[in-house]
């Protein structure tokens, strides 16, 4: 049995310096794809790709919410492996508890829509703008299994993982005549939850 089912491919993760996004990094690598690491984690990043190996990796400082950096790590993997198989929109936040909605903060729940919604929907646009053009690719996203019920975590948190299972269903219909697969993951809790920004 071959385990290098992702040989030849090219992925980009998001949030890949640590969480679900250093484990997804590493099992891609074994894997036998070739892995980009965008975070805003230089040091933690720079460590990842020393554990896969240079050779395999690359680490690329980018800051999901500001769109010329997504750009960029887009074009950086086409320009150094020649074309974009996987991308994986995994940074993302949360904010902490509060018993009630009135005691929630406007600025911590932009925060938290800014890094889950808009790191997402800048990871799916620039993905797709290299992905069309060659009629192939997938597109991962991590949402939550909160994106599904409610009560399980904050309402910033809760409303941001539900929007990133409405943006998975529209491209989803829009990209499947070039292809491009669409999806998106919804896990529960993990060890990463301990971390206020956990690339998850």
Do not use: W
């Not at 949030?15 to 975070?39: N, P």
């Not at 948190?157 to 491209?171: D, E, P, Q």
């Amino acid at each position: 049995m071959n385990d290098l089912r992702l040989e030849g491919k090219i992925a980009l993760i998001t949030g890949g310096a640590s969480g679900i996004g250093e484990c997804t990094a590493k099992l891609f690598s074994k894997h036998g794809a070739k892995v980009a690491i965008a975070d805003i984690q230089d040091e933690q990043g720079h460590s990842v790709v020393n554990s896969i190996g240079p050779s395999n990796s690359t680490f690329i400082h980018c800051d999901v919410t500001n769109e010329d950096h997504v750009k960029n790590a887009v074009d950086k993997v086409v320009s150094n492996y020649g074309k974009l198989d996987i991308m994986f929109n995994n940074a993302g936040t949360f904010d902490h508890p509060k018993p009630r909605i009135i005691d929630n903060e406007k600025s911590d729940f932009e925060r938290v829509m800014n890094i889950n919604v808009t790191g997402v929907f800048l990871g799916m646009k620039h993905a797709a703008r290299v992905m069309v053009p060659t009629r192939r690719g997938t597109i991962i996203s991590t949402a939550s299994l909160s994106s599904g019920l409610g009560g399980a975590a904050t309402h910033a948190y809760t409303c941001s993982k539900h929007a990133i299972v409405g943006l998975t269903r529209n491209l989803a219909v829009e990209l499947g005549q070039f292809g491009i697969r669409v999806n998106c993951l919804s896990p529960y809790a993990l060890d990463a939850f301990r971390r206020r920004d956990f690339g998850a």
